[in-house]
């Protein structure tokens, strides 16, 4: 039997994808990740479905379960927000279960990230102007950051960064961040992306943090920063350009 690793996508629950949802439908026991997971999800579990909130459960807690429905031939849906491969634990609990023998795989999901860009109406990689995303986190009570993934180290391309869960850190984002962006630099704070209590703030690294305090945002918040939030007059992409050498295949 398997062990489905299921990205239940940033919030809304329409964002899920088929796939996640056949499974989840043919799945008899089905592990959620608390209030990060829709609701509605759960109810395309099967009748009698056994359905589990892990949000208080130790990852060893977690993988007794998951052997437990494997050592009974059962499938089971292990839903996590946004997409399992990015801060998802998932790592952790594929260890065990790679120890136990039990298979799985991974069902990718919509990222908040990429909920929170379309909510900005943004592409995050503009032609001229940023190409890279750095894609990051601050460290608070979880796990410490490895050495040189600080912001101050990570900011020194001037690459368009996204901090995950980092609305309660927004001091700390702004001062380490205005030496290599400048205090000039467009920054955006999206919480519940894609849900309907979504907040969208938008500001500069001289202002944002006032602006986060004034709308009331402390987590559950995606923080991005880049001259590509305001970019204009930007060269069109070359793939699409009328100068490139076209070929019939």
């Known amino acids: 039997m398997t062990v489905h690793f299921i990205g239940a996508g940033p919030g809304a629950a329409d964002l899920i994808t088929v796939r996640a949802q056949r499974i989840i439908a043919a799945s008899p026991v089905c592990l959620y990740a608390g209030s990060l997971v829709p ?3 759960l109810e395309w579990c099967p009748v009698g479905a056994q359905v589990v909130d892990t949000a208080r459960l130790s990852l060893d807690e977690i993988t007794a ?4 429905a ?3 031939g059962l499938d089971v849906a292990r839903l996590h927000s946004g997409d399992p491969s990015i801060f ?7 260890r065990r279960l790679d120890a136990a023998g039990v298979d799985f795989d991974m069902i990718p999901g919509v990222p908040a990230f990429t909920a929170a860009a379309a909510a900005l109406g943004r592409e995050l990689t503009v032609p001229g102007v940023s190409q890279t995303i750095v894609l990051t986190r601050v460290s608070t009570l979880s796990t410490a950051m490895p050495e040189g993934e600080d912001l101050r180290s990570l900011g020194r391309s001037g690459a368009t960064m996204v901090i995950h869960l980092g609305a309660h850190r927004i001091e700390q984002i702004a001062s380490e961040l ?3 962006y400048g205090e000039d630099c467009p920054v955006a704070v999206v919480a519940f992306a894609s849900r309907p209590e979504e907040i969208v703030v938008r500001g500069t690294l001289k202002t944002i943090v006032e602006l986060v305090h004034a709308a009331g945002i402390t987590k559950t918040a995606v923080v991005i920063v880049g001259r590509v939030l305001t970019a204009e007059g930007f060269p069109d992409s070359y793939l699409y350009s009328a100068a490139r050498e076209r070929s019939i295949h």
């Not at 998802?88 to 594929?94: D, F, G, K, L, T």
């Open 70 to 72: 494997d050592s009974a």
């Open 88 to 94: 998802s634990a998932v790592a952790e609990q594929a």
């Open 39 to 41: 609701a509605e999800l």
């Open 65 to 68: 379960i998951l052997v437990e």
């Open 178 to 180: 205005a030496d290599n």
